[in-house]
């Protein structure tokens, strides 16, 4: 067990839809990253939050944005879906220093 | 422009063999430098990891890694494998900032 919970496990929604990502870090760690996995383009970077502020973008699309609670929590909003939205998307933290990402679990998304 | 390179995407090896897994990496600088393992269903989970120092670093499962600066590489072994060891594993790399670049992963496969 990684530390890193992400809800829902498994996600399925029509195109054109909004939905929500929600991710809790291990506990102390300031940093929460974003990432989408899919068959044909891997594993890719979307975004990263730290102590409640953006801190790098990745290959995020407009129609996706998150954010991060003073409790450190983090939210991925997806919306105006496309079924090429269809993926693994991951959560990770990390502590100070040199700590390596902790990975969640996973939400499984599913556009219809 | 910097990239990772797994050049397999799948291996087969008997249980019991050694496994050697590729990772080639293209980067500005001495990266720092990751391996991770994804079971299915599960999130990445840290194997090992490469900042400085001894080229040779221990992870956990009983895997190791060698950096060799001349080639870029950071190739995967393990010396005997379980069946528990079938898995994808994926090789990153980065700077101290953690915006790592990721590979596309190798799909290990192990035969009894």
């Known amino acids: 067990d990684s530390g890193v919970t992400q809800t829902p496990k498994h996600l399925i929604t029509a195109t054109g839809q909004r939905v929500t990502l929600r991710c809790s870090p291990r506990?102390?760690?300031?940093?929460v990253y974003w990432y989408q996995q899919s068959l044909d383009q891997g594993l890719q970077f979307l975004i990263q939050?730290?102590?409640?502020?953006?801190?790098a973008k990745g290959n995020i699309l407009e129609r996706f944005s998150a954010q991060q609670f003073p409790d450190l929590h983090s939210e991925l909003n997806l919306s105006s879906l496309e079924l090429g939205d269809s993926a693994l998307y991951f959560c990770?933290?990390?502590?100070?220093?040199?700590?390596?990402?902790?990975f969640g679990n996973g939400t499984r998304l599913t556009v219809t | 422009a910097q990239s990772v390179t797994q050049p397999d995407i799948h291996i087969t090896v008997s249980e019991g063999a050694s496994l050697e897994l590729r990772c080639n990496y293209s980067?500005?600088?001495?990266?720092?430098l990751f391996w991770y393992v994804q079971s299915p269903g599960q999130g990445l989970q840290l194997l090992l990891k490469?900042?400085?120092?001894d080229t040779l670093v221990q992870g956990i499962k009983g895997f190791e890694a060698e950096f060799k600066r001349s080639q870029s590489s950071f190739n995967l072994r393990k010396p005997s494998v379980h069946w528990s060891d079938a898995a994808e594993y994926f090789c990153?790399?980065?700077?101290?900032?953690?915006?790592?670049?990721w590979g596309a992963g190798t799909k290990l496969i192990i035969k009894p």
């Open positions: 490469y900042f400085s120092g």
């Open positions: 506990s102390g760690d300031l940093s």
């Open positions: 980067y500005g600088a001495t990266p720092y």
């Open positions: 990153a790399v980065g700077a101290s900032n953690y915006q790592l670049i």
């Open positions: 990770a933290s990390r502590g100070p220093n040199n700590s390596p990402l902790h």
């Open positions: 939050y730290y102590n409640g502020e953006e801190r």
